[in-house]
């Protein structure tokens, strides 16, 4: 069946690094690629994403990449700030067919002050 | 923008009751709902797919009788975990989709049962 690999699954880097946590999808008719940062206790935020006719996208100090051929997307975060500290899952869906969702594993990243 | 209300926040009941969790569209229509489940320090695994005047779509292991989803309008789905046990202690998210918004989610339900 469908599904998406997040890695890594834990990432600790120092305040104002980048971060950088990829995925990969399996199912090729899979045209939106959300990501999500999930805090303690509480439901997934949608805070970027991308769709399959782009490449990449950015919004402020958070971008993505998708390369379709190689069914890889990545999310990348610069300036990283103590607040990023979260767990973030990404997720592949089609836009037609029910628009299931498949989540990643996720990555709890850690940004050290 | 694109707002799911999910209620209630936290639920403790006792083993053998039942719990109903509800899941609101605030600002826009949702033909479809959907359902996960969350375990600690796990990712969100699909439930069902909840569809607005139809039957859900449960997805394969989920007992249908266990969790029992209604979709009686646009804005609202409700999930209800009958006979409750400990080990259907969980926190439950709903989300919807708004068009050009993807998917929005749910601030989630952390179910107790004791």
């Known amino acids: 069946g469908e599904n998406v690999e997040q890695h890594p699954s834990t990432l600790s880097v120092q305040e104002g690094d980048s971060a950088v946590i990829k995925c990969t999808y399996s199912?090729?008719?899979?045209?939106?690629f959300p990501w999500y940062k999930q805090e303690l206790g509480k439901g997934p935020q949608l805070i970027i994403d991308?769709?399959?006719?782009?490449g990449e996208k950015k919004d402020q100090r958070i971008a993505v990449t998708l390369n379709k051929t190689a069914k890889h997307f990545s999310l990348h975060i610069t300036e990283t700030q103590p607040e990023d500290s979260a767990v973030y899952f990404c997720?592949?869906?089609?836009?037609?067919?029910?628009?299931?969702?498949?989540f990643g594993a996720g990555t709890r990243l850690f940004v050290k002050a | 923008g694109a707002v799911v209300s999910q209620h209630p926040s936290w639920v403790i009941c006792k083993s053998g009751t039942s719990v109903k969790i509800e899941c609101r569209s605030l600002?826009?229509?949702?033909?479809?709902m959907f359902w996960y489940r969350q375990f600690p320090k796990q990712s969100l695994m699909l439930m069902a797919t909840?569809?607005?005047?139809?039957?859900?779509?449960?997805e394969q292991g989920v007992e249908k009788d266990k969790f029992l989803i209604n979709h009686a309008s646009l804005t609202l789905s409700t999930l209800t975990v009958t006979s409750a046990h400990p080990e259907d202690s969980s926190f439950y998210i709903c989300?919807?989709?708004?068009?050009?918004?993807?998917?929005?989610f749910g601030s989630g339900t952390r179910l107790t049962v004791v």
């Open positions: 989300s919807a989709r708004k068009a050009d918004y993807g998917y929005t």
């Open positions: 199912d090729s008719a899979s045209n939106y």
């Open positions: 991308i769709r399959s006719n782009v």
């Open positions: 997720a592949a869906s089609r836009r037609t067919g029910g628009f299931k969702t498949i």
């Open positions: 600002d826009f229509q949702a033909t479809t």
């Open positions: 909840s569809n607005e005047g139809s039957k859900a779509t449960y």
